[in-house]
């Protein structure tokens, strides 16, 4: 099945998202879950969507505390 335009943007949306959680995690450490999402400043699920395409190359670790989930820089 051959991937069409909209799909390719949606890629790369995502694929920006995960920089941007990254660049944020980069400089500010660990944060909640919450935290991260205002700070990158984009919706939730965009947020999360990032989050996995990092954690898919293991790049970042999730760690729950209680009701929270903190996340940081993997290796």
């Known amino acids: ?6 799909s ?6 995502i694929g920006l998202i995960a920089g941007k959680v990254w660049q944020t995690l ?5 944060l ?10 984009a919706p939730r699920d965009s947020v999360m969507q990032g ?5 898919r190359e293991d790049k ?3 760690v729950e505390q209680g009701r929270t989930r903190i996340v940081s820089l993997g290796k």
């Open 32 to 41: 909640s879950f919450g935290r991260l999402v205002k700070k990158v400043g």
């Open 26 to 30: 980069d400089a500010e450490g660990p």
């Open 1 to 6: 099945m051959a991937n069409d335009a909209g």
């Open 51 to 55: 989050l996995g395409w990092l954690a």
């Open 60 to 62: 970042v670790r999730i």
């Open 8 to 13: 390719d943007s949606l890629v790369a949306g």
